[in-house]
């Protein structure tokens, strides 16, 4: 798994996500496939990442705006699935860097935590 191609030489780049609520929050669950570096940076070792910030409906105007097509599936549970396709895929993670980005804080010790600036983790 090479997760340094560049979208714009893959056709073929899928972004899949799993986003489930945690109360004001959500917790992310990417497909190990192909993901910026910039983006993948943004999760753990297993895909994961936690207390992010996402706006949907942001999501839906910004891939809209663009002219880009996604799957977007909300479940019983409140969880949405998003998964995009070749440049869309790049779009999808260009919009999420920039949610990851408006919740960025430092902490103490100068590791990275999503989440509302200001709140204790």
């Not at 489930?20 to 910039?38: C, D, F, K, N, S």
């Not at 105007?61 to 705006?65: A, E, H, V």
């Not at 549970?77 to 993670?93: I, N, Y």
């Given at each position: 798994m090479n997760t340094t191609k560049d979208a714009t030489s893959d056709e073929g780049a899928v972004l899949n996500l799993l986003c489930?609520?945690?109360?004001?929050?959500?917790?992310?669950?990417?497909?190990?496939?192909?993901?910026?570096?910039?983006l993948r940076r943004c999760f753990d070792q297993h895909y994961e990442a936690h207390s992010v910030l996402l706006d949907f409906e942001d999501l839906d105007?910004?891939?809209?705006?663009r002219g880009f097509p996604f799957d977007k599936r909300v479940n019983k549970?409140?969880?949405?699935?998003?998964?995009?396709?070749?440049?869309?895929?790049?779009?999808?993670?260009v919009w999420l860097s920039k949610a990851f980005a408006s919740g960025f804080r430092q902490e103490g010790d100068g590791a990275l935590v999503v989440g509302a600036p200001g709140r204790a983790r």
């Open positions: 489930t609520p945690e109360g004001e929050t959500w917790r992310l669950y990417a497909r190990p496939t192909w993901m910026p570096v910039y105007r910004y891939m809209s705006k549970f409140g969880d949405v699935e998003l998964t995009a396709r070749g440049e869309a895929a790049m779009e999808l993670a």
